[in-house]
């Protein structure tokens, strides 16, 4: 119970930095989360998972002996396959049945991940070195690592690039006008089956990218991949879908809040906060809507 | 229902007969018994309902937690027993044991029955998967914070108390069969009892549309509430039997374990054939014969096992069993059948 967080500026300002440029992690997460829930209406529980195996590709070239900042452009590459994958075993049979199917179906795959990453990887907390050394601000008062910028720059990188290709691409369009109609987008020549294959595999590459940069400026674990599962879905559904100042906005407000209830209540109870957070939106939400008796659907 | 009564009674023989039959898995029985209670009560809200929760394991968790809590601190001070690590240093006398189990099960199952009632409100007012992914955070948010209050042993765990030194390991484990099989045939009668009445139709009429039966003048949140305070009685009940049987209680890994209890109790409920009375029972035995049957073989694998155990069952078998007999043998659920449209579906095939 840290309390110091109010009287000095300095500690408030370092845990708003530090919540921003997290929070532009979780909403290059919650971006993909938000593609795929649009475009096939799934909820994917093995997001998270599928950030940390990204992170351990980018592990793996640092223990390799490759900058570990490479892996930003592996692991993508990697991930896009691992997505295409999942999507063509599993996920093309439950993309038109209740949700709840997808839900149960991508919560056996996320422990099937988890384990087999314990088995690949061991269950130690690991963490590629970048050695990009840290910025000082403030007299030294506020401590910013660089790889948390380069961080959240390549993050910002790789979202914009994303909206423009989704913008102008050919592929691109697919994916928007199955999103908006998948019958329609269907008669009119789109292949929705592969436009669906595409958008998870573009969903599984964000998760690459941002597990790259996570392994580069946090630690990864293979059981860490639930809360950015939760995380992601609690941006989305406080952005919203397809609004994507949106998400970076709420992304960047939880990040903040996870260093504020880190300093406040201490770090065992930071993912118990997340979590809490989550039913906290949920009920509110409810309770706002059920005023016009309407309900959260 | 002649017939009914004969196989009820041969269920019950065998099930007070199991323990001397098959001695060596006395444990395997009581936990058996625990997961039926578990999927019958999750197939309340997942089955006849139609919210498909994950945030029963909560009730679960909190009744283990309390049951061992009640049955200690009834008699020594908690917060040095969990920091002792337990029975170091406090004895329980056979009659401090069993007057504690007695006071820590009731309130174990009632303090998560009001529990449910309170927030009942508030969850039970999401649908779909918002419901689903909701309860998901209740059940990990319980486990993430019980694991840092200290009283409970935070991090580390807390023993329970261990069986007093009356009959040795073989009372020990007649005494907890015979307590979880009593819980299990409270839980299924009561849920067979509730299943005969106005209440299931109202619960499947919540189901299949919750608008409709709105409009219908149903009172859709009281029915909600009261079907997830029942499931919560008897999901903390489950827990507090479990909580001693295992005599060790972790905060992610026994008491609210999302990635294993939680999960098996939909998975149960699912492979039995949800929507159904006898589904949950089905399926809680062919999983738990499955799991200790193969686990051993998967030595440290399992939860690879588990994982493409769910997608297997979720994708190709989301009706269960009983819904495969059902549509095999659809008189005996008392469809009629009429022999033409049989003829015709057979030849749309």
């Not at chain 1, 963490?127 to 380069?150: E, H, M, Q, R, W």
């Not at chain 1, 009920?283 to 309900?295: G, N, P």
Request: glycine share 12%.
């Amino acid at each position: 119970m840290d309390f110091m967080v109010f009287q000095y500026p300095m500690i408030t300002i370092q845990a708003c930095l530090d919540g921003i440029l997290l929070g532009v992690l979780f909403a290059l997460i919650a971006y993909g989360m938000a593609l795929q829930w649009g475009v096939m209406n799934i909820i994917n529980i093995a997001q998270g998972d599928l950030v940390i195996l990204g992170g351990y590709i980018a592990y793996f070239m640092y223990l390799y002996g490759i900058h570990p900042a490479w892996g930003v452009i592996v692991s993508p590459f990697i991930m896009y396959f691992v997505g295409v994958g999942i999507y063509k075993l599993v996920i093309n049979k439950v993309v038109d049945r209740d949700l709840f199917i997808s839900i149960l179906a991508t919560f056996g795959i996320s422990i099937l991940f988890m384990q087999l990453m314990n088995f690949a990887f061991g269950a130690d907390v690991v963490l590629a070195n970048s050695g990009y050394g840290t910025t000082f601000l403030f007299d030294s008062n506020v401590v910013l690592p660089n790889s948390k910028i380069f961080s959240a720059f390549v993050s910002i990188v790789f979202a914009i690039c994303l909206v423009i290709y989704m913008k102008k691409s050919k592929l691109g369009r697919a994916i928007r006008a199955t999103a908006q109609n998948a019958r329609a987008a269907k008669i009119l020549g789109v292949d929705t089956e592969k436009v669906y294959a595409a958008t998870f595999g573009i969903n599984a590459a964000l998760c690459g990218v941002a597990g790259a940069l996570i392994s580069i400026t946090f630690t990864i674990h293979p059981y860490m991949g639930l809360p950015y599962t939760i995380r992601s879905f609690m941006i989305v559904i406080v952005a919203g879908l397809g609004n994507l100042p949106g998400v970076a906005m709420s992304g960047m407000g939880l990040g903040v809040f996870e260093e504020f209830a880190d300093y406040l209540l201490g770090t065992e109870f930071r993912i118990g906060s997340v979590f809490l957070l989550l039913v906290l939106i949920l009920v509110y939400r409810r309770f706002k809507l059920s005023r016009k008796r309407e309900y959260l659907k | 229902m002649n017939k009914n009564i004969i196989l009820y009674a041969a269920i019950l023989i065998f099930g007070l007969a199991a323990p001397f039959i098959f001695p060596a898995f006395k444990v395997q029985l009581s936990i058996l018994c625990v997961l039926i209670v578990l999927a019958t009560t999750w197939n309340i809200q997942g089955g006849e309902m139609g919210y498909n929760t994950f945030g029963n394991i909560l009730f679960y968790g909190l009744g283990m937690y309390l049951c061992a809590s009640v049955q200690v601190g009834m008699f020594f001070p908690l917060a040095e027993w969990t920091e002792s690590g337990g029975e170091k240093t406090f004895v329980h006398t056979p009659a401090q044991f069993f007057q504690g189990m007695a006071v820590g099960l009731v309130v174990a199952a009632v303090i998560p029955t009001v529990v449910a009632g309170l927030i009942g409100y508030a969850i039970l007012g999401l649908r779909g998967h918002y419901f689903a992914i909701c309860t998901l955070g209740l059940g990990v948010a319980a486990g993430e914070i019980s694991g840092g209050i200290e009283i409970i042993g935070a991090g580390q765990g807390f023993t329970t108390p261990p069986f007093p030194n009356v009959g040795g390991l073989e009372a020990r484990g007649e005494f907890f069969y015979f307590l979880s099989f009593g819980a299990l045939v409270l839980t299924f009668l009561a849920v067979r009892a509730i299943y005969s009445t106005r209440f299931k139709l109202i619960l499947n009429a919540i189901r299949d549309n919750e608008d409709k039966a709105e409009a219908m003048g149903i009172e859709t949140m009281k029915y909600k509430i009261i079907g997830w305070m029942v499931s919560a009685f008897f999901c903390g009940l489950a827990g507090g039997i479990m909580g001693g049987l295992v005599g060790y209680i972790d905060s992610t890994d026994v008491a609210f374990d999302g990635r294993e209890m939680g999960v098996f109790m939909v998975l149960m409920a699912i492979l039995g054939g949800k929507g159904t009375l006898w589904g949950p029972v089905i399926g809680a035995t062919v999983f738990h014969v499955f799991k200790e049957g193969f686990w051993t073989f998967f030595l440290g694998w399992q939860y690879v096992a588990l994982g493409v155990l769910i997608v297997v069952i979720v994708i190709y078998f989301p009706e269960g069993i009983m819904g495969w007999l059902r549509e095999k043998y659809p008189e005996r659920f008392g469809e009629v059948v009429d022999e033409a449209d049989r003829k015709a579906q057979v030849e749309l095939k």
